[in-house]
C-alpha cells in the first residue's frame, strides 16, 4: 500500500535562498502530520507547495500514487486554514463556507438543498451554527478559527492543510481548540498536514512528526520516537529540554553507563533534566552546586553546576517532582551528587550540530 | 525554467497581456510618435537634431526654460514651507474647528488653475480693486502672477502629502527624546524634520513637476513672461509648427522625468527606513501659545484662499467688475455669447467626467488589481507597475499632444509598406479626450487603488483557489467590496479632475464638443472675464456637488458595512 501523500526530493529556491532543500516525506492515509521547526526553516513553504500554491524548483508530489508536481490546487482537493484565516470579512460565517460551494467550479452539479445541507453539515463539526449569521468581525479568535475549519471543510476535501492555525490564540482556547481539531480529524479520519512551531502541540496531535531546520527534514518519526530518540543534538534540543555535555567522566558512573561511553567517538553527549536524578548514596554520581531553582507548576527545574565533563563550573538543569523536590529540600548553595540515567543519555558526533558543542 | 506553472491562470495571463496592450496604444506608442517628430521637419522627413538646433538658435524660446524653472523653483519653495506648517497645525496642534480649516484649503482643487490666475487679475489685475482703489500696481502679470497663482495650486496638494508624513511619526521616539532632556527646537530638528523627510521630497517633486508642467495659469496671467507650457501651446495652436511644438514638449517633460527618478530612487533607498508597525500613533499636548500661533497662520491662509474666491464671485456677479458693482445675472447667460459655446459645454463636461470616472476606476483598478494580486508573468508585471507610474512625469500637454500625432494619422508606413491606423476613429471624439483624461491621471489614482489592495489579505486569493473559485469572482465578490472605498475614491479623483483638467485635452477637442474648462479658457482669451468667472463658478459648484454626493455614497456604503458588523449584537438584545 502507497502513501496517499509522496514528496520526493523536494528543492525550492527563492532566488540563492534555498527554503526546501530534497525535502522527501510520506504521509498515510488518515494520518495527523506536524511540521515542527523554527522560523523561517520551510514549513509554510513546503505546505504551500504540497498545496500547489507554489512550484517547486525540483522534485515531485503524488496524490494516491500519481503525480500531482504540475497539478494545479483546485484539482487536488484539500481544504486549508491560514494563520490569518482569512476569512471574507465582508460575508457572513454561512456565506463564507457556502462560498466555495457556491462559486467553486464544480457549484453547477450542487444542488441548492446540497449547499444547505453541506453547510449546516461544516458549522456542526465545528460547533459554529449559532454563529452562521455573524461576520467574521463579530467573532471570537477560537470562533474564526472554526469557522475558516468549517469553510476549509465544507468542499469535502480528500486532505487537511494547516498553517498555524493555533498561533493567534490565547494559551487556554489553544489548547481546547487543539483537542476538538483532533478529534474532529479522527472522527472524520481525514489526513492533515499541520505546520507549527510550538513543539507541545507538535506532541501532543501529531501521529507523525517532521522537525525540520533550514529548509532540510532532521528527523521523522511519532512524537514518542523523536522525544525519546532524537536522532541529532539540534532535534533533542528543539523537541523537549537538554542538556549537552561533551566527555562525561565514566569513573563515577554506573558500569552500565561507563560500558555505554567507553571508547565511542561519539563524543557530544546529550541528557533530559528529567533524566537526571539525585544520587542515593555519596559514593554515586557526582558532586554538584544548586545554584537556581525554578518553579514549574508540576515541579521543580534546578539549575546546577559542576564539572561533569572537565569543563570548570558547567551549568545544566535536573527536573524534580514536586514530590521529590520536598524530599530532597533543596535550597540554593546546597552541595549535592547528582546521577545521570544511563540508558537516557543520548551520544552524537562532535560535528553532528557544532553549534552545540560548547569550547572548552 | 523549463516548468509549466500549474497557477498560470490563462484569463489573467489574457488580461496582462491586454494592460500591456493598453499601455502600448494609448501611451508607449504616442509618446514614441511625438518623441520620434522631433527628429523632423514640417514634411516628415527626417532631419537629425536640427531641430534643437533651430530650437537653440531662438534666443526668445530658450528664455522660457530659465522661465520654467524660475516660476517652479520659487512657488515649490514658498508652497512646500507653507504646507508644512500648515500640515503641522493639523497633525501636531490642538486647534478648533480643525475640519473646517482643512476644508476650506482644499478648495483650489475643485477649480483650474486658470480660476486662480484670474481670480489675481480681479485682484491685482489692471482693472483690479486693489490697483484701482489703492493705486498699487504690483505687476501681476508675468513672474509674480504665475508664482502666486501656482502656489495656490499646489499648496493642498502638498499639506494633504505632509500632513500624511507628519501623522504617521512615531510616539515613542519623542518620548524618549522628552526623556533625555531634548528641548523643542532640537527635537524638532533631530526628530520631526527627519522623520518628515521623505514626505517632504515628494511634496517638493509633486510641487515642482506640477508648476512646471502647469498651463493654465501661466496662460492667463503670464502676459509677456513665456513658459514652456505656453510655448508648445503657441507653437502648435499658434504656428501651426509641430515639429517644434514637439521639441518644446519634449524639453517639458525631461525635468519631470529626471525629478521622477530621483523621487523613486530615493524612496527605494528609505524603503528600510520606513515607520514600523509598532509605532505608537502622535499624542497632540496642549501649548497654548504654539496653538494660538498655528491657528491664526492657518485662519489666515484660508482668509486669502477664500478672498481669492471672492474675488471670482465678485467679478461674475458684478455688472461690470470693478467700475459697477451693482449685481448682475447677465454673466450667466453663457448662450447669449454664442463664440464661446454655451451651456451645452457643461453637458459635455459632465459626459467628458462620467466617462474618465467610469472607465478610469475600471482600468486602474483592473490594473492595480492585476500587478498586486495575480502571479503569472512577474517581469511583465513590473513594467505594468513601471508604465502606471510614469504619467506623473509626463505634462497633460504633451499626453495630449502626442495623441493627436499619433490618433490623426491615417497610416503608418514601416520600410515602405502602408498600414491603416485602426484608431484613426478615435479622433475628434469624446472617447479620445476621456482616454487622455485617463492616462493623465493614471499615476494617482494606480496609487490609490494599489494601496488599497495591499490591505487584503494575500491569503484570499489562496484560499479561494483551494475551493476552485475562480479569481474573477473572488475579485467581484470579495476584492471590490472590501476595496469600495478606495473605488469611489478614484473615481471622485477622475470626476473633479476631469472638470478642471485642461492641458491633456485642449489640443484634442473640437468647437462642438468643447468641454466647461475649456470654455473658461476661451472666455479668458477673449479678455471676457466675467463671463470666465461665472462659468468657473458653475464649474466649482459641480464638482463640490460631485465631491458631496461621493462621500455621501462612501459614507453609506461605509456605514452599511460597519452596521452589519455591528446590527447583530443589537438585535440580540432587541
Ligand atoms: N516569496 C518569497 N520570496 C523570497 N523568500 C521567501 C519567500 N517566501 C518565503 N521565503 C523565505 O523562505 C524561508 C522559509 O519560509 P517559510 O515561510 O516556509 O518559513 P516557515 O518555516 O513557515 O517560518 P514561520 O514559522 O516563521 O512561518 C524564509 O527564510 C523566508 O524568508
Ligand atoms: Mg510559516
Redesign the interface.
Known sequence: MGAFLRVENLTKNYGSFTALRDITLDVQEGEFVCLLGPSGCGKTTLL?VI???E?A?AGKVYLRGEDAT??????RN???V?Q?Y?L????TVWDNVA??LK????AQKISRDGIQTAVQEALRLVHMEEQA???P??LSGGQQQRAALA??LA?K?SFL?LDEPLSALDAKIRQKVRLEIKSLQQSLGITTVMVTHDQEEALTMADQLVVMNNACIRQTGSPREVYNHPNSPFVADFVGQVNFFQNIPIENQSAELRQKLAGSHYKLKAIRPEHIHIAKTQDEGIPVTVVGIEFLGSGYRIALTGDVSGVHNETFFMDLTDSRFRQAELSVGDSIRVRFDAENVFSYRLDADPQFVKAA | ?P?????GNTAQKLLIWGAVLWFALFLLVPLFTLFSKVFQDKGGAFIGLENFRSYFATPSLVLSIGHSFEVSIWSMGIAVVLAFLFAYGLARCKIPCKNVLKNIALLPLFVPTMVHAMGLISIFGRAGIVTRELGLDIGIYGKTGIIMAEIFYVFPQAFLILTIALESADFRLYEAAAVMGSGPIRTFFRVTLPGAKYGLMNAAFVCFTLCFTDFGAPQVIGGNYAVLSTDVYKQVVGQQNMPMGSVVGVILTLPAIAAFFANRFSHRKGAAEEISSKAIAFRIQKQPLRDMIYTCFMGLSDLLILFLFAAVFATAFSYKWPQNMAFSLRHFDFDAKLINGGSSSFMYSLLLCTGTALLGTIIVFITAYLTEKTRPLAPVRSSLRFCSMLPMALPGLVIGLSYIMFFNKTDFSFFGLSIPNPLHGLYRTVLIMILSNIVHMFAVTYVTATTSLKKL?K??E?????????PW??FL??TV??SLTAVIEVATYFFVNAMITVSAIVFLYTPDNKPAALAILNMDDNADYAAASAMSICLLGMNLAARLGFDALKKRLAIK?ES???A??VKQVG
Request: glycine share 8%.
Open positions: 504551500r498545496a500547489g500554491l512550484t524548483d504540475h497539478l494545479p490546487p483546485p484539482k484539500f481544504g486549508i491560514f490569518s482569512a471574507f470579512p465582508n460575508m462560498f466555495g462559486a467553486g467550479k464544480g449569521e455573524k461576520y468581525a463579530q469553510r476549509a468542499i476535501p492543510l | 525554467m516548468k509549466a506553472n500549474p497557477r489579505d491569503a484570499y489562496d484560499a479561494a483557489e483551494s475551493m476552485a473559485v475562480p469572482k473572488l465578490r470579495v467590496p472590501l458595512h452589519s458588523n455591528k447583530a449584537p
